[in-house]
């Protein structure tokens, strides 16, 4: 029976870690608009991110978005982020890169790199 319990709890920490890289693989491709996107009804969000890419000078962007959605359960006066899915790391980077330029990091109020709710954690640990 302990060696039954063992191997069960050996493989669940093997799934955990299996899940965890993979959705670390599927958020590398995309990024997160945080705060300052008023939340509307009938928004169309694609429309949104592509307003921001041009903000930052990737006015041809459209053939690297993918999709474009809220995230999260709605909240009293609260506006969710949006997440972007992208086609490709390389256009990330990009826009990762322009956003650092400080003049057009005042354009916009965060676009920033999507992590896994795991990574999030660890981030927060280390910046505490």
Request: aromatic share 6%; proline share 2%.
């Amino acid at each position: 029976m302990e060696d039954s319990l063992n191997n069960l709890q050996e493989s669940n920490i093997e799934l955990k870690n299996k899940l965890e890289r993979l959705e670390r693989h599927s958020h590398d491709f995309s990024i997160c608009l945080v705060g300052g996107v008023k939340e509307e009804e009938g928004e169309d969000c694609m429309a949104i991110v592509l307003d921001h890419f041009t903000l930052l000078g990737f006015e041809e962007a459209r053939r690297e978005l993918e999709n474009a959605h809220r995230t999260g359960r709605r909240q009293d006066g609260k506006s969710r982020h949006i997440i972007a899915k992208l086609y490709g790391r390389p256009f990330k980077g990009n826009l990762l890169q322009a956003v650092k330029d400080p003049q057009k990091k005042r354009l916009l109020n965060g676009l920033v790199e999507d992590f896994t709710a795991g990574d999030f954690e660890l981030c927060k640990k280390l910046y505490q």
